[in-house]
């Protein structure tokens, strides 16, 4: 099975701040990697696919970079709304891992 | 507009089984590939099972397998999810989610879209 492990496991920002989370495969996955954003209490919802793509009405300032087994996600300023938690998942193969996650709180 | 909603979930024995269902509409059900992930108080997502559009492809997790069994009925537009044998470590909300090749013409697939969940309690 592919790993998936997510670096930091937790981090605190203020808005306005750029912040980053990485993804590590344990294998080359090219570009079959895509963040999800869970809010408490409520299902995840696909933040970005085929590691750099933004699916209709994710807001700009989310972008997404890497491939091969290397990935990150950047928030270019944080805003109120996006805390939560954020998963890595890749889509090279099954069974289709995630990472641990990435707890955002604001500051 | 898409919506999966799941139903079934609730309170089983250790060793007993339950099955969950989903309601897909508002989109092809019949076209799309589908999956049921999982979630245990207060961890991560574990993905479970998936289901080729007609039903002849079938894939688990390991820690599912021979217990849980993933089918479909395209006529209903629904989605269903068999546990048998069930283990307190099945605790979870299982979530209904659409595996879609989010361009056209790209292999590359991702869970696009999913129900708000229904949580699953084995316990004695």
């Known amino acids: 099975d592919i790993q998936m492990t997510q670096s930091p496991s937790s981090l605190s920002a203020s808005v306005g701040d750029r912040v980053s989370i990485s993804c590590r495969a344990s294998q080359i996955i090219t570009k079959y990697l895509n963040w999800y954003q869970q809010k408490p209490g409520k299902a995840p919802r696909l933040l970005i696919y085929a590691a750099s793509s933004l699916p209709s009405g994710v807001p700009s300032r989310f972008s997404g970079s890497g491939s091969g087994t290397d990935f990150t996600l950047t928030i270019s300023s944080l805003q109120p709304e996006d805390f939560g938690t954020y998963y890595c998942q890749q889509s090279y193969t099954t069974p289709r891992t995630f990472g641990q996650g990435t707890k955002v709180e604001i500051k | 507009e898409v919506q999966l909603v799941e139903s079934g979930g609730g309170l089983v024995q250790p060793g007993g089984s339950l099955r969950l269902s989903c309601a897909a509409s508002g989109f092809t059900f019949s076209t799309s590939w589908m999956t049921w992930v999982r979630q245990a108080p207060g961890k991560g997502l574990e993905w479970v099972a998936d289901i080729k559009q007609d039903g002849s492809e079938e894939y688990y997790v390991d820690s599912v397998k021979g217990r849980f069994t993933i089918s479909r009925d395209n006529a209903k537009n629904s989605l269903y999810l068999q546990m048998n044998s069930l283990r307190a470590e099945d605790t979870a909300v299982y979530y209904c989610?659409?595996?879609?090749?989010?361009?056209?013409?790209?292999?590359?697939?991702?869970?696009?879209?999913w129900g708000p969940g229904t949580l699953v309690t084995v316990s004695s």
């Open positions: 989610v659409r595996d879609s090749r989010v361009e056209k013409l790209s292999p590359i697939k991702a869970f696009d879209y």
